[in-house]
């Protein structure tokens, strides 16, 4: 199922220009921070100890910080 919506990200939609190969790979990093960032909010929602919720937390900000830099 993944290959078929990677394929239909990457297929030109009619009255659509084609992505570039650079293009392409910065949609996929940012939808794989984007997976990464849902990821550590589940883990934030669940965790009590407060060590491990700090590293959650800065963890998210790295991500939000990544996300912001690709605009």
């Given at each position: 199922m993944?290959?078929?919506?990677?394929?239909s990200?990457?297929?030109?939609?009619?009255?659509?220009r084609q992505?570039?190969?650079?293009?392409?790979?910065?949609?996929?990093e940012?939808?794989?921070l984007?997976?990464?960032r849902?990821d550590?909010?589940r883990?934030?929602?669940?965790?009590q100890n407060?060590?491990?919720r700090?590293?959650l937390e800065?963890a998210?900000?790295?991500?939000?910080?990544?996300?912001?830099q690709?605009?």
């Amino acid at each position: 199922m993944e290959d078929q919506q990677a394929e239909s990200m990457e297929a030109p939609a009619k009255g659509k220009r084609q992505l570039t190969p650079l293009e392409l790979a910065k949609r996929r990093e940012q939808d794989e921070l984007g997976l990464a960032r849902k990821d550590v909010l589940r883990q934030l929602e669940a965790a009590q100890n407060p060590r491990h919720r700090k590293m959650l937390e800065d963890a998210l900000a790295a991500l939000d910080a990544r996300l912001s830099q690709m605009g």
